[in-house]
């Protein structure tokens, strides 16, 4: 079987300044895979350099082919959706904006899948943080992606509305096959909810099946002494803590 | 009434009005929508020396004027790409410079210029077949294309990065709606002129979205507005014997003054 994401020797640079270098990994089969680390560390960085969205040197391959021969198969919830507020557009427009004909397509559906149906009418701009993250992820999920790329997509949520999101994104994953590769902060909801983890500091730190790779050590290498997360007390549990992001290395974190 | 229409040079006035009613309010949303109102104020006062060279060389004024704010747009999207400066900046530099550059060509005509007041303040009664023509199959055009990608243009408009991963070609399309934007304001001054012009961009839409709770309802009002504006404003600057363009803007002024006092009054209610 083909892997669903391969990413060799990718590197990254901003008018000089290194945001990424050599990283290398794979994924085999669907899963969630946490990308994590500090602020600066390069975690949005890739995610853009896999989605095409910054140049880049190396090479990314998604289920084998370039991103451009795949790009229908990609689903995409960005960290912050900067719109103007008051611009009237409601959430079945916005969900159709990617539909040549949007009667085609199930708007209706995604909505339902994310528990927004009954917000379709109501204009985007009217919307809480968490509706407006669950809105963004129905306009991702419209063309039935297989790979899904979320950067921290519930920042600025209350934890109730993280939980909810997160149990969506799992059974997505689990009912569907949809392989989800998600930047976070909350190593609590990244113990709970991720099969692999990537770990970042500008290279790759560590990467592998999340509880084995999520160590004290390996959060001590991302986070220094700012982290106090202990695996252990979160397994199955509600989250009580997340990494102290540490000290801002760079641009695009 | 009936007369008037009757009229070869008011017939032309309104069909010209109403297509660059249709075109500019149009894309007064996508203006709105990214801020874009200094680009296309700019742009409008640029024309200018557009205008000038064409008087200058026995040309048509109309058709200088289109080449060089099309070429204009995409300096201003090529240094937008390019420098780091911001649009703001770039806008103000090229839009000055550009109107300083048109005062110099004019001056260099010698004795009274009529057309020059035209161009400045608009003369949609003196409107040509020839200009007609123009502004009817340049305005179809341009409304083509906002029709047929009026989800990826809106799309781009609030996510560059959405937009791109939905196979939108970000730089493309903006190129394409700043060149088409020059073209369209370029085409409007014949009726409102280079200081009245982007009024039928900005008022209809902004008083649309006072009442719109849809981008569909947006879009219909704004037409509406528009074509209701411009018409209203013809017909009155011709019983008052008043400025065409200047009435059509202070007509779409009272509407915006009427359409915001009464969503005050509703919202407090």
Redesign the interface.
Do not use: I, N, W
């Given at each position: 079987m083909a892997p669903v994401l391969e990413v060799k020797d990718l590197s990254v640079r901003f008018a000089g300044i290194t945001a990424l270098e050599h990283v290398s990994f794979a994924i085999e089969k669907e899963a969630i895979i946490a990308v994590i680390g500090p602020n600066g560390s390069g975690k949005t960085t890739l995610l853009?350099a896999i989605?095409?969205?910054v140049p880049y040197e190396g090479e990314v391959r998604l289920f084998s082919r370039p991103l451009r021969q795949v790009?229908?198969q990609?689903g995409?919830v960005?960290q912050r959706?900067?719109?103007?507020p008051?611009?009237?557009?409601?959430v079945e427009?916005?969900i159709?904006?990617?539909?040549?004909s949007p009667e085609r397509l199930p708007v209706h559906g995604v909505l339902a899948e994310v528990g927004m149906n009954e917000f379709k009418?109501k204009?985007i701009g009217e919307l809480s943080g968490g509706q407006l993250q669950r809105v963004l992820l129905a306009?991702a999920l419209l063309h039935r992606p297989r790979i899904l790329f979320l950067d921290e997509a519930t920042s600025g949520i209350d934890i109730e509305g993280q939980g909810d999101f997160y149990s969506t994104i799992q059974r997505l994953n689990r009912e569907h096959g949809v392989t989800v590769m998600m930047v976070s902060h909350e190593i609590s909801m990244v113990y709970n909810y991720s099969d692999r983890i990537i770990c970042l500091n500008r290279d790759l730190v560590s990467h592998g099946e999340t509880r084995s790779t999520l160590t004290a050590e390996v959060l001590r290498k991302l986070y220094g002494e700012n982290s106090s997360f202990q695996p252990h007390d979160h397994a199955a549990a509600p989250p009580r803590f997340d990494a102290a992001p540490a000290g801002n290395k760079g641009h695009h974190g | 009434m009936a007369e008037l229409l009757q009229l070869p040079f008011m017939q032309r006035a309104l069909l010209a009005g109403l297509v660059l009613g249709l075109l500019l309010s149009q894309l007064g949303i996508f203006v709105t929508?990214r801020?874009m109102a200094f680009f296309s104020d700019g742009i409008a006062h640029a024309a200018l020396a557009g205008a000038a060279i064409g008087l200058l060389t026995r040309r048509d004024p109309l058709h200088t004027a289109l080449i060089f704010s099309a070429l204009l747009a995409a300096v201003i999207f090529i240094l937008e790409k390019k420098s780091r400066l911001p649009i703001d900046s770039i806008i103000g530099i090229l839009f000055t410079s550009s109107m300083a550059l048109g005062v110099v060509l004019i001056s260099l005509r010698q004795g009274y210029q009529p057309e020059l007041i035209g161009y400045l303040f608009g003369n949609i009664l003196a409107i040509r077949v020839a200009d007609l023509v123009l502004i009817v199959l340049l305005g179809a055009a341009i409304l083509a294309f906002l029709f047929s990608r009026r989800?990826?243009l809106?799309?781009l408009a609030?996510?560059c990065?959405?937009a791109?991963?939905?196979?939108v070609n970000p730089d493309r399309y903006e190129l394409l709606l700043y060149v088409m934007l020059a073209c369209a304001l370029v085409l409007g001054i014949r009726v409102l002129g280079i200081v009245l012009v982007s009024a039928i961009l900005i008022i209809p839409v902004s008083t649309a979205?006072l009442f719109?709770?849809?981008?569909?309802?947006?879009s219909r009002w704004t037409v509406l507005i528009a074509e209701f504006t411009v018409l209203a404003g013809i017909f009155l600057s011709y019983y008052l014997d008043l400025p065409t363009g200047a009435v059509i803007v202070l007509t779409g002024s009272a509407l915006f003054s009427l359409a915001f006092i009464t969503s005050l009054l509703l919202r407090r209610s």
């Open positions: 853009k989605l095409g969205l790009l229908p990609v995409y960005p959706f900067a719109f103007d008051t611009f009237p557009l409601t427009e916005f159709s904006l990617t539909c040549r009418g204009l306009h | 929508l801020r989800r990826k809106t799309l609030l996510d990065e959405m791109a991963l939905a196979g979205r719109s709770r849809s981008f569909r309802a947006l």
